[in-house]
């Protein structure tokens, strides 16, 4: 079951666009329109990228007004990243 829940967050983060969402949101929630505007991306596109991450539970979300706000389910996931990054570097 580990392995399972493993191998379902790579398939969640298995997209440039959805780790550079998640690294985006490193330092707390932003709204999905800052992401997008950060990260350069189309409307379409990210919200496909946000349900991805969402139906990993890579993400949660709330909304306030017609915002929705996006944040990380746990930011431990920003040091799997950072590990990975030195491993790139290795």
Do not use: C, W
Request: charged share 25%; glycine share 6%; net charge positive.
């Amino acid at each position: 079951e580990l392995r399972r829940f493993k191998a379902e967050i790579f398939q969640g983060l298995a997209h440039p666009s959805r780790i550079a969402i998640v690294e985006t949101l490193r330092d707390g929630e932003k709204t999905a329109g800052q992401i997008t505007a950060e990260l350069g991306l189309e409307q379409a596109n990210a919200s496909q990228h946000f349900a991805v991450l969402r139906s990993k539970q890579i993400l949660v979300n709330r909304k306030k007004g017609n915002q929705v706000y996006y944040a990380l389910r746990d930011p431990v996931l920003i040091e799997v990243l950072e590990i990975l990054k030195r491993y790139f570097y290795a």
